[in-house]
């Protein structure tokens, strides 16, 4: 696809007479409002046509200025970043601190379900002093974790004359009102069909002028028509999500090449507290009832088979919350369930249930998604079916939702239990504890224990290395007693390129999020 007359528009955007890289998905977009969505789908658009005031650098875990110059403790409890000077948004309205206090505080005013505010737990207020400074005072001292909740969704700068400060604003009119800060802007957008983006010749981020200043994001309902098309070369690349065989047809497929990156990507299940089987909002609420049965399909799961069979070991298995790798990590699901040393024990997971008096088999309504998780998510979750009826003790009904969907249902307690995933937004283990048991979670599931967020709040700001991995175990041990969520996977997800793409490094970022402004074609 070409396009002629390479000019600069009044409103930031650039057109070239370069040819377009044309990405592809089966992902969803669930909003491009960053206070409402904070899922992959969503994120893959917001990380390019939104800017954050620090940013982490393709392979590396450390956050550096993006929009700001730099950022400095000015007191136990504050941070101040000093923005750049002269930013302005691609439709021309001048961004300044106002923009920045704006942006904060509308996330933490709005709170969207399935918004990034529960990032924000420390922040207390955002001020604005003048035009490129923004003070950040917090609730608890010695936050070193602060600079990098700065770099995610939780982080990205909208216009304030665009967005209304107590609501989610449309799709729609916010690509009307251009009001994009990241390297590229949205050109055409047609919601989980097809976006074109051109370079915002306003950006003055880290990640520079883009390579490439037209890109397209084409998007799938099938994963083989998107393997097809890579094929026949009508894609250049793909970013979530193919099955693994047709990640393994396609490495060796001549003019294709697929790059594995980080593997700090978790799959689990949630257990709704109100409407699992003996939940709070049920007929029978019976919370020790309700507890044995979390308990028992822990002690069920064969999370080895899953690895091998579904994912032919790309996937490994995963036994805490935070994924083998990062410091204060622990296998806390390993030691208390099945056979102990990770597998699965049947008489393990029938005495449970008869010790509260629970009948069997228990009934369990399980939902899972193919769209955003991929299409191998039907084969995980049939599998899962198999290894828990297989026990005798439960008669599990499946059930698929579109991801669209899927976020608004799961938050209003439709599915007592239901499959989640999570990439993080930094690489440090509370980014796998606090979305999921903090307050306020994103996860949103009805759990809450004083104990294992008292613990969570205490290693955000203990400074010494050694005490916090112990917090971080205690909270890890004490929630998986529990068994709000059961996590089953841990690994990678790939990114398919032909071969005549450059500019994809081998590590990507450390959190893996996949950017289009080192992309070219040779």
Same mark, same amino acid.
């Given at each position: ?10 409103? !930031? ?13 089966? /992902?969803?977009?669930?909003?491009? /409002? ?53 930013? #302005? ?80 604003? /449309? /799709? ?6 251009? =009001?994009?800060? @990241? ?24 990640? !520079? ?6 890109? *397209? ?9 998107? #393997? ?48 699992? =089987? ?23 799961? $064969? ?5 091998? *069979?579904?994912? +032919? ?60 998780? @991929? ?36 938050? #209003? ?16 283990? $509370? ?14 599931? @009805? ?10 709040? +205490? ?16 909270? *890890?041990?004490?929630?998986?007693? *529990? ?7 841990? !690994? ?16 990507? $970022? ?13």
């Amino acid at each position: 696809m070409a396009l002629t007359g390479c000019t600069s528009s009044k409103d !930031g955007e650039t057109t070239s007479s370069a040819a377009a890289i044309t990405v592809g998905t089966t /992902d969803q977009v669930t909003s491009i /409002d960053p206070a409402g969505s904070w899922d992959a789908g969503s994120g893959t658009i917001e990380s390019e046509v939104y800017a954050t005031l620090l940013a982490q650098k393709n392979g590396s875990a450390d956050v550096s200025p993006d929009l700001a110059t730099g950022i400095r403790l000015t007191g136990p409890k504050e941070y101040t970043v000093t923005l750049k000077k002269g930013l #302005k948004f691609a439709n021309g309205h001048e961004l300044t601190s106002s923009d920045v206090k704006f942006s904060f505080d509308r996330d933490l005013r709005i709170a969207d379900e399935n918004g990034p505010s529960s990032l924000l737990y420390n922040l207390a207020s955002v001020a604005a002093p003048d035009a490129t400074t923004i003070v950040f005072t917090l609730k608890s001292a010695n936050d070193t974790l602060f600079p990098q909740v700065l770099s995610t969704a939780a982080g990205y700068i909208v216009d304030e004359q665009v967005f209304p400060a107590d609501k989610i604003l /449309d /799709d729609t009119s916010i690509v009307a009102a251009k =009001p994009w800060n @990241g390297p590229y802007g949205i050109r055409s957008y047609d919601k989980n069909s097809l976006v074109s983006f051109t370079a915002n010749a306003r950006y003055q981020g880290q990640l !520079g002028t883009p390579k490439t200043e037209n890109v *397209q994001l084409k998007y799938y309902t099938d994963a083989g028509n998107l #393997k097809l098309d890579v094929q026949q070369g009508t894609i250049d690349a793909v970013y979530r999500t193919l099955t693994t065989a047709d990640l393994g047809d396609l490495a060796k497929q001549k003019g294709v090449e697929v790059h594995t990156g980080s593997g700090n990507g978790i799959r689990y299940i949630v257990f709704d507290f109100a409407t699992q =089987p003996y939940g709070t909002k049920t007929k029978n609420a019976d919370a020790k009832k309700a507890l044995a049965v979390r308990q028992a399909v822990a002690d069920s799961v $064969d999370r080895s088979q899953l690895a091998q *069979q579904v994912y +032919k070991n790309t996937y490994q298995p995963l036994y805490s919350s935070v994924p083998d790798g990062l410091t204060g990590a622990t296998a806390s699901f390993k030691s208390l369930y099945g056979d102990q040393q990770g597998g699965p024990d049947k008489a393990a997971a029938a005495a449970r249930l008869k010790a509260a008096k629970v009948k069997t088999p228990v009934t369990l309504n399980l939902q899972y998604n193919s769209d955003h998780y @991929g299409s191998s998510s039907a084969d995980e979750y049939a599998l899962v079916k198999t290894q828990l009826e297989a026990t005798g003790l439960f008669k599990v009904n499946l059930q698929s939702t579109e991801w669209t969907q899927y976020g608004k249902d799961r938050v #209003k307690h439709l599915y007592p239990a239901y499959q989640l995933g999570w990439y993080a937004d930094y690489l440090d283990a $509370d980014n796998y504890l606090s979305p999921f048991y903090a307050a306020n979670s994103w996860v949103a599931n @009805g759990y809450s224990d004083p104990a294992v967020r008292a613990l969570i709040k +205490k290693e955000e700001t203990e400074t010494d290395p050694a005490a916090r991995t112990e917090l971080l175990k205690q909270a *890890q041990d004490k929630a998986a007693a *529990q068994v709000p969520l059961l996590p089953l996977l841990q !690994g990678s997800t790939a990114i398919v390129t032909r071969t005549d793409i450059t500019g994809v490094p081998d590590e990507l $970022d450390a959190t893996y999020q996949f950017r289009w402004a080192g992309l070219a074609k040779k």
